[in-house]
């Protein structure tokens, strides 16, 4: 019988899921954020409870003392931002593997068949690891089975030993932009020259009705626009009807959060742009002259 420990809050319990699918196993749970009420119905044994805020370094050490103490098989968390930052610390520190976006997971003798999306989602990949190692899922994708157990709980208080202390925490201001459910999308890269020159794909947006997307360089490196706009595999996953990227390369990394779209169409002055062998459609020309016109034909067709 093997350790798995997972680490999360109360409400990613979907990990259990994932845990559960290892067969006869011990499931512990670090508990950050919540009180562990209701997770001894899903098999877990024990849950220890973060008291405070914590960072993710202070976290990492936490989990390791663990992981030492218990000899996890296995060490499972969710795939945001914090544990993302957090995870790697804990795998580099047990030597251990880190596996992030996994989608199944089964015993296979000593080791473990380990399944996760991998090359920027666009294939599965099955990798045999030893343990332990680290795997990163979304919670959202597993559903626990309920297997009643008694549970005990210790209050872990985590010790600060972060260059950085957490006074607060705040959330994120948003700009009220929900791209995760358009159903039509313009979505600008660097193509576009400066800032002002982003008007261009906010006509065409308005004249079709879609909501404004962006790769990584726009939101994150010249701050055009807000996060909320970032499509990609750090920013948002969409899945429009209508996906119209406009001076986008098409890396990896923004594929990664669009491809579910139904119908891509792809602008590029770059013939040899990735992008065209990921699109429905693709336009080979410069923004500065195609978009206009698109615009002021669909203005005209639609009557807008």
């Not at 996994?102 to 080791?111: A, I, M």
Request: with cysteine; hydrophobic share 45%; proline share 5%.
């Amino acid at each position: 019988m093997v350790n798995i420990l997972i680490v999360g809050s109360q409400g990613d319990y979907g990990l259990v899921g994932l845990a559960q699918r290892v067969g006869d196993a011990v499931v512990h749970y670090l508990v950050v954020g919540g009180d562990a009420t209701g997770l001894e119905r899903y098999g877990v044994s024990k849950a220890f409870i973060v008291q405070g805020v914590v960072d993710e370094q202070s976290l990492a050490n936490a989990v390791l003392e663990l992981a030492r103490a218990n000899n996890y098989a296995l060490i499972i968390s969710p795939i945001n931002k914090f544990y993302r930052t957090a995870m790697p610390m804990v795998a580099q520190s047990l030597g251990a593997p880190l596996i992030m976006d996994v989608t199944d997971l089964k015993p296979s003798g000593d080791t473990f068949e380990v399944s996760f999306n991998g090359i920027g989602s666009r294939a599965q990949v099955t990798a045999g690891v030893k343990q332990p190692a680290i795997l990163m899922a979304p919670p959202a994708r597993f559903k626990p089975t309920e297997k009643p157990t008694s549970m005990s709980k210790e209050t872990l208080q985590v010790k600060s030993v972060g260059q950085v202390k957490v006074v607060s925490t705040e959330e994120k201001a948003r700009g009220g932009v929900r791209i995760e459910d358009a159903e039509l999308i313009v979505s600008v890269g660097r193509g576009f020259k400066k800032k002002e020159d982003l008007q261009l794909a906010f006509d065409l947006a308005k004249v079709l009705g879609a909501e404004i997307g962006c790769s990584r360089p726009i939101a994150a490196d010249l701050k055009w626009l807000s996060e909320d706009h970032w499509v990609g595999l750090s920013g948002h996953k969409v899945r429009p009807k209508l996906y119209m990227a406009i001076g986008i390369s098409g890396q990896p990394q923004h594929l990664a959060g669009m491809m579910e779209s139904r119908v891509v169409v792809v602008i590029n002055n770059d013939p040899n742009a990735p992008f065209f062998k990921n699109c429905d459609y693709g336009v080979v020309e410069d923004l500065y002259k195609f978009v206009p016109a698109l615009t002021n034909k669909l203005r005209e067709l639609l009557k807008k």
